[in-house]
């Protein structure tokens, strides 16, 4: 990688140009959509491959193809389950970066583009990583405005299950309340009292609770994944599914039996 001044500039360039990139995003609460890190993170992987064929040589478009689709494929992923699969995306793409001029040989990329690259890809990563940790989502101006309150019996298990299924970050997590948010809904998951918890029993798997008029649903990227990832904690999502406008819908059960829906969307 370029270490000179244009380099050193370039890389600063980068830097700057995510963190206003990221704060642009962050305003307009573009960032509240899960697509928009893994966008960019496609978009970045794409260009030593645009850099090849500008340059004409073909000699390097199959490697920075290949090199490219590890990285679309962990963006992919990381849409699809874990959002901390793009993080790696990004910073594993700085690393490439820095590697890049000792991997491959293509002569269409500019001598500024490597460190000029590092430094937004590292930079949008470390940006990711905040969303994902903050204890607080300051995006907000306030209180949530809807949300969904749960108790459980067995705290912990219940709130890991629908932050791992519903791709919720975890906001609060104290001894008696875990709040987990999403752009679209805030669940609370509260411990059921002491005196109400000695009447409960949780079996293994759950029977279905379905005496109650009230059931609601999360969107998810996909039913699938979910499927998996709830059989993987302790819940289920049933193969039974409806059709609707623009979604497809699933029964679905978390650890202590409560009844939900997941939705997907469909063209």
């Not at 805030?186 to 109650?212: M, N, S």
Request: a negative charge; hydrophobic letters at 50%; aromatic letters at 12%.
């Amino acid at each position: 990688m370029d270490f000179s001044q244009t380099g050193t500039f370039a890389l600063a360039i980068g830097v700057a140009l995510a963190m206003c990139v990221g704060v642009f995003a962050h305003v307009l609460r573009l960032d509240r959509d899960r697509a928009f890190y893994p966008v960019v993170a496609i978009v970045v992987a794409s260009y030593y491959a645009l850099f090849a064929l500008a340059g004409g040589s073909p000699q390097a478009l199959a490697p920075e193809l290949l090199a490219g689709l590890v990285f679309v494929v962990l963006a992919a992923l990381g849409f699809r389950g874990s959002l901390w699969l793009v993080v790696l995306a990004l910073a594993g793409h700085g690393i490439f970066d820095f590697f890049h001029g000792a991997l491959i040989g293509n002569p269409g990329v500019p001598a500024w583009w490597p460190p000029f690259c590092l430094g937004y890809d590292v930079t949008a990563a470390a940006g990711l990583a905040w969303l994902l940790t903050r204890p607080t989502d300051a995006s907000l101006s306030g209180p949530a405005r809807a949300g969904l309150f749960i108790y459980a019996k067995d705290l912990g298990r219940v709130a890991a299950f629908y932050e791992a299924v519903a791709g919720m970050v975890r906001r609060r997590n104290d001894d008696e309340l875990v709040v987990l948010h999403s752009p679209d809904i805030q669940l609370l998951v509260h411990l059921v009292p002491p005196q109400y918890a000695d009447g409960i029993t949780i079996t293994t798997p759950p029977q279905r609770r379905e005496q109650t008029s009230l059931k609601f649903f999360f969107t998810v990227p996909s039913i699938a994944s979910a499927r998996q990832t709830a059989a993987r904690l302790g819940g289920e999502v049933f193969m039974e599914s409806w059709q609707g406008p623009g979604f497809v819908v699933c029964n679905a059960m978390d650890p202590e039996g409560n009844v939900f829906q997941v939705r997907e969307f469909v063209p």
